[in-house]
């Protein structure tokens, strides 16, 4: 029989082994041209220059991601391909006794690998392009565009990539393949699958005494990230990183000790049914694979996290833009910073003048405009979460807040010559709070050393009044107009609402920017001022950026972690069940039935799928009440949302594997099980 001809039909006859290894190699295809397809969606979407350079900046991020996606895939790809070479050792061996030479076994491992990589490269690719579709409808509503003409895309540069990384993922397992078995004797293929892993379960004693110190080292970890307002420094991210992943894996390695202990100490459960075979099977599992088991919970934390906090976060983003960006631009101009911090302090100036002296005419394009300057203040001192924090401030005159909020169509502030407000636009509850109360409890301040101002009514306010990617910490006092004649300047902001298209069709925003930048770049070249132009687009299009690179980052990590840990567990389990099958037909032979023993299998794939997921999920509602807090600053988003797309895909995915091991399993036990008991082997 010719190799191609015989290799084909092993495939065929042992696609009920290979449907994990196809569907892992499939998805890990079809993920990987989705996200380096990106590029290919210029066509389809009316898109500003800005966004498209967006796209290519996602593109080039999502290329270099892929080199690292490519090592866990490829990883994955030898995993799962041992698990295969494992169950077909006896087969091989077979054909070496029959007179087979070993350049023919090689060259028939080489035929099937190519197969079912170029069927797996093919469904993968199709998959691929059909699912880009739909993120392309998803890029376009991040990037608040129309998609223009909709039809079928193809990306030749992704396709390009995916044949590149995956035919050295093939490469690679070939040679793998050849070196595995080319080299062994007869013998030691025929009798590899009776060959048993040997090892020696830990003291009870010793065994208890590592959970509880990987549980004080979890609790420490966990506690450090939970307390205090410092979880989002390095050390202390690093101090949970560390003890996490010691604790998992000594959590891991403890519970063969003393978990069948604590099983036999319950009679009732233990001699129920199968529970004693259940029982001594998964203690034998956690015996032999702790290592594998902590490194797939740590996988699903990170996927979880990842999914779960990304996505918060471009919620958060996008919920903070319109507060952002009140008006169509606005001009700051300040002198920078000193060493402290603060902003440096200047004589201050009308920025419509400069402008006009610039040659840029404001009544051009600008339907209104307004100028606020901001003067140096002194600092409040505030109590947030039982912290007391010092708050630097700034301070606006009345009358210019009040013309910026006329701008934005909002009520007007009244105070008396001896009455002041407050306000802060920066999206953080918990400072919004402490201010409100600061201003509640009717303290006063004192100006100038001799000043003594108190609270007006509703004198806690949170309009922007300037736009900013990010609107700053910082506390703004609004005092009475004359109480800060005469001080210095520490920064002067004009805000400019456009005139519309209709009205002056000549100037599009980008030539507004353009000569705003001009005219500066004269005015102040070498004098130490510094122009920040904020101009509403600019703010979306970064907004938009960050958006797309945060979101589909953490979909693709997530995703690529979340597969290559269920299938891990998924191929492990199917290995597990291959090698017991005489300890299974004999369970037949003392007379267990056959839906006893489908429910102990049932069993064991739920604990050995169940076990890392709920420690991983522990570790992830540490990251994801950080995430929380962090996001419930903008506006009151949660992640509620994100939250539910992260359950969804587990459920999705995780829960696909699940499903797909047990019946693999079954397939198995329901294929080799009659064999064993008639004695075949």
């Not at 998992?248 to 604590?262: A, N």
């Amino acid at each position: 029989m010719k190799t191609g001809k015989l290799a084909f039909r092993n495939v065929k006859r042992s696609f009920r082994d290979y449907v994990i290894y196809f569907i892992t190699l499939s998805l890990g295809v079809c993920i990987f041209y989705v996200f380096n397809s990106f590029n290919a969606q210029n066509t389809l979407m009316n898109l500003t220059e800005a966004h498209k350079n967006s796209l290519k900046s996602l593109d080039l991020v999502m290329a270099s991601l892929s080199v690292f996606i490519t090592f866990i895939l490829g990883f994955l790809m030898l995993y799962a391909n041992n698990f295969l070479l494992r169950r077909r050792k006896k087969e091989f061996g077979m054909y070496m006794v029959l007179g087979m030479e070993p350049g023919t076994i090689s060259r028939i491992l080489i035929t099937e690998t190519l197969f079912v990589g170029l069927f797996s490269l093919a469904i993968g690719l199709i998959f691929g392009v059909l699912l880009s579709q739909c993120v392309c409808l998803l890029t376009a509503r991040l990037l608040h565009t129309q998609i223009e003409n909709f039809h079928l895309v193809f990306s030749a540069s992704a396709t390009v990539r995916a044949i590149i990384y995956f035919g050295l993922i093939f490469f690679v397992t070939l040679i793998f393949n050849v070196l595995a078995i080319g080299n062994r004797k007869p013998v030691s293929l025929l009798y590899a699958e009776r060959k048993n892993e040997s090892h020696k379960l830990p003291k009870t004693g010793i065994s208890l005494v590592i959970f509880l110190l990987s549980v004080v080292m979890l609790g420490i970890g966990y506690s450090k990230v939970l307390t205090g307002l410092d979880a989002l420094k390095s050390d202390t991210l690093y101090l949970f990183a560390g003890l996490t992943t010691l604790g998992t894996f000594l959590l891991f390695f403890s519970l063969s000790g003393f978990v069948l202990k604590l099983i036999q100490m319950h009679p009732k459960v233990y001699l129920k049914n199968l529970n004693m075979f259940v029982a001594r099977q998964i203690t034998s599992k956690l015996n032999t694979t702790w290592v594998s088991l902590s490194v797939v919970c740590l996988m699903l934390f990170v996927s979880i996290a990842t999914l779960s906090s990304g996505l918060g976060l471009t919620r958060a983003l996008a919920a903070s833009l319109s507060d952002n960006t009140p008006f169509d631009a606005s001009i700051v101009v300040d002198a920078g910073f000193l060493d402290d911090d603060s902003y440096n302090t200047y004589e201050g100036f009308e920025i419509k003048e400069a402008l006009n002296k610039a040659g840029v005419d404001l009544d051009t394009f600008a339907k209104e405009s307004e100028s606020i300057r901001y003067y140096k203040s002194p600092s409040l001192t505030l109590s947030m979460g039982g912290e007391r924090i010092t708050a630097d401030t700034y301070a606006v005159k009345l009358s210019e807040y009040n013309e910026i909020l006329s701008m934005q169509g909002r009520a007007t502030l009244s105070l008396s010559d001896t009455q002041y407000a407050l306000s802060c636009s920066f999206p953080n509850q918990n400072l919004k709070d402490a201010l409100s109360a600061y201003v509640r409890s009717g303290k006063s301040i004192t100006v100038d050393g001799n000043v003594k101002l108190n609270p007006g009514a509703d004198a806690f306010t949170t309009k922007p009044l300037f736009n900013a990617t990010n609107q700053s910490s910082t506390v703004t006092l609004i005092l009475p107009d004359a109480i800060l004649d005469g001080h210095s300047t520490v920064k002067d902001v004009l805000n400019i609402n456009y005139k519309t298209d209709s009205d002056n069709p000549a100037y599009s925003e980008e030539v507004m920017e353009s000569l705003c930048k001009e005219a500066f770049s004269k005015l102040y070249a070498g004098e130490g001022m510094r122009l920040n132009l904020e101009t509403k687009a600019s703010v979306m299009g970064k907004n938009d950026s960050d958006m797309l690179v945060i979101s589909y980052l953490a979909v693709y990590v997530g995703i690529v972690f979340l597969i290559a840990a269920a299938a891990v567990l998924s191929i492990r389990q199917l290995s597990e069940t291959g090698d017991n099958i005489g300890r299974y037909a004999l369970l037949k032979k003392i007379g267990a039935e056959n839906k006893m023993v489908l429910r102990s299998i049932l069993t064991q794939t739920g604990i050995y799928f169940a076990a890392p997921m709920v420690l991983a999920i522990f570790h992830s509602i540490i990251i994801i009440s950080i995430t929380a807090r962090i996001v419930s600053l903008y506006n009151g988003v949660g992640i509620l949302v994100s939250a539910l797309f992260t359950a969804a895909t587990l459920l999705l995915i995780y829960g696909g594997y699940f499903l797909a091991t047990y019946l693999g399993s079954k397939t198995i036990l329901a294929r080799d099980y009659e064999t064993q008991v008639r004695g075949e082997y």
